[in-house]
């Protein structure tokens, strides 16, 4: 693509603009920069070429032709949007391969620490954009346009946001030379660390954010005021770093927002017809969060036009939707997704003193090609009984101008509710399937977890079922056998599966820790000793890499027992076994 091919790879460079000379020192190795992003970009609209990306910062960072090509298209809301001044949204690709750096011990340590569903990205990058369209006479055109993009692992489209409301407006204003003092700070950054308050210094102001952990309550605040008196300068305090505000997301939808969590728990396919960028890549982002504590494993994009890479994948119908949640802008849409099963068409956010004009429940065959109006295109019918009382509470809080912050938690902590009320059950019955730890010996391989069996879980749910917890009334056993045949049950039990194997791993470890390995060793030939030491040693690679739960003493003590081992065989083996 001729208007990337400024952007192509490029040696290692010193500053933004200057080629390294071969005597200088080695480029900073931006690693605490890369433990927040992977890079950022400058996108810009030439006259001759199209949409071009002007910069890439580092510049050493490699990224694809098609990388490239999508981040340029999705920096730009389409011709349809018709965006004056300054606008925020994101998007989110599939990367495409190429050099890549290995996964680091810092990204392994943050995932084990993070929630599932704030993990890192392991194959997209998220894509933040600031985008500046104003009239300029001095340019062909008459307009100003471009965009600086984030790009990232991360799901913090709160704290991103927040950065590029800040550095955005100055880049514009002195270019280039900004945006390497801006990255630089950022270089200083300390790494997110999970269940940590963290202030980020960046242009003047320090940015203060607790990034979630795994171990939070659910219902515990997202960061609570800590000590001021370190900093210089009084913090910009984030409440969360990735948490929207669902209520004002959500405002047409309001009466279908327990349909659409059924959809997001299903996984099913649906599309997002919105007026801006801004509006679809927050509704999908919304209706993707609204299944948390469970990951949201199915594609989504929460900006998406005709030029993306995955146009032609998405669009065809020889074969059934696949399980994606698009966000788009281009009315060209409704006439090559006629054939998904859930198209959602939203019109510009509208808050008055009352509850927003909601949007209408209707069939797909209502759908037109053109002058499509606002509303919810399926011929899908809820498992789960309306929750009337939920709706009466936020019109209750509306008319008491109540603050539109209780209005988001009050909604969060429902739909939160209702898919803990969904999840317990499941998670009783998975525990079950684990052994009895007295059954965990030193001397044997870990026993192994018991299978699934999808039967035995619905006849348990007359005893331990969602009624426990939930009020709600309708087919819950029909939304469960729903949920089993999509990809969020299958990625809900390999993960509980894996951590369930590491937990017997680590209980494995243990005992053998605590066992008399001396005793062990008497009558044992020396092929047997050395394989125990190969197997604990495994182990403890893999226990200090946190791939198992363990504690430091358990690590110790196995470290210890690998050199008792050793030191009990001849010398010629002791010189294989030990690390030179």
């Not at 925020?88 to 990204?107: A, E, K, L, M, V």
């Not at 952990?213 to 001021?228: A, E, F, I, M, Y």
């Not at 006439?335 to 927003?356: A, C, F, M, N, Y």
């Not at 430091?552 to 690390?579: C, F, W, Y």
């Amino acid at each position: 693509m001729d208007a990337l091919s400024r952007a192509g790879p490029r040696p290692a460079r010193g500053r933004l603009g200057a080629p390294s000379s071969g005597t200088q020192a080695p480029a900073a190795p931006w690693t605490r920069f890369s433990a927040w992003l992977e890079c950022v970009c400058v996108v810009t609209f030439d006259l001759e070429l199209g949409q071009a990306l002007e910069l890439v910062y580092p510049s050493d960072f490699r990224l694809t032709d098609k990388e490239k090509s999508s981040i340029c298209y999705l920096s730009f809301p389409d011709s349809h949007s018709g965006c004056l001044g300054d606008t925020q949204f994101s998007f989110r690709i599939r990367q495409c391969g190429g050099q890549r750096s290995p996964w680091s011990t810092n990204d392994r340590h943050y995932d084990s620490g993070a929630p599932v569903s704030l993990q890192k990205e392991s194959s997209h990058y998220f894509g933040y954009v600031y985008f500046r369209q104003v009239k300029d006479s001095s340019m062909k055109r008459g307009y100003f346009q471009k965009s600086l993009v984030l790009v990232s692992r991360l799901p913090f489209v709160r704290l991103f946001q927040a950065l590029l409301s800040l550095i955005a407006p100055e880049y514009f204003d002195k270019l280039a030379p900004c945006l390497e003092a801006v990255c630089n700070e950022i270089d200083q950054w300390p790494a997110p660390q999970p269940g940590q308050t963290l202030n980020l210094p960046v242009v003047g102001v320090v940015l203060q954010v607790r990034v979630p952990s795994r171990v939070d309550k659910p219902d515990c605040s997202s960061l609570k005021q800590c000590g001021h008196e370190n900093l210089l300068l009084t913090p910009l305090v984030l409440s969360s770093v990735h948490e929207l505000d669902l209520f004002r997301c959500f405002q047409p939808v309001l009466t279908h927002v327990q349909m659409l969590w059924e959809l997001m728990l299903l996984g099913e396919p649906l599309v997002v017809l919105a007026p801006s960028p801004a509006v679809s890549s927050e509704m999908v982002l919304a209706l993707t969060s609204c299944v948390q504590p469970l990951k949201f494993c199915c594609d989504y994009r929460p900006y998406f036009t005709v030029h993306d890479s995955e146009f032609k994948e998405f669009t065809t119908r020889t074969q059934a939707p696949p399980n994606v949640v698009l966000g788009v802008t281009n009315p060209f849409f409704i006439k090559t997704l006629q054939h998904w099963p859930h198209i959602l068409r939203v019109g510009e956010p509208k808050l008055s003193g009352g509850l927003p004009k909601q949007v209408k429940l209707k069939k797909p065959s209502r759908l037109k090609t053109l002058d499509t109006k606002p509303g919810l295109y399926t011929a899908y019918t809820a498992h789960l009984h309306r929750d009337k009382a939920l709706l009466k509470r936020l019109l209750g809080g509306l008319q008491k101008k109540r603050p539109p912050g209780a209005l988001a938690a009050l909604l969060r902590t429902h739909l939160l509710e209702l898919t803990q009320s969904f999840v317990i059950p499941l998670e009783h019955y998975m525990a079950s399937l684990m052994p009895l730890q007295k059954s965990v010996t030193p001397w044997k391989a870990p026993p192994q977890i018991r299978p699934f069996h999808q039967d035995d879980f619905l006849r348990s749910l007359e005893h331990a079922g969602p009624q426990l917890t939930c009020i709600l009334k309708g087919d819950w056993l029909g939304l469960y056998r729903r949920f089993f045949k999509s990809p969020h049950f299958d990625g809900w039990y390999r993960q509980r599966r894996k951590e369930m194997v590491q937990k017997l791993e680590a209980l494995h470890l243990e005992a053998i820790c605590e066992a008399d390995i001396e005793t062990w060793m008497k009558d044992k030939s020396e092929v047997e000793i050395v394989d125990l030491v190969l197997k604990l040693r495994e182990k403890l690679v893999r226990a200090q890499g946190h791939q198992l739960p363990v504690k430091e003493e358990t690590l110790h003590r196995a470290q210890l027992n690998i050199e008792m081992v050793i030191g009990s065989l001849p010398k010629d083996l002791q010189a294989v076994l030990r690390p030179r």
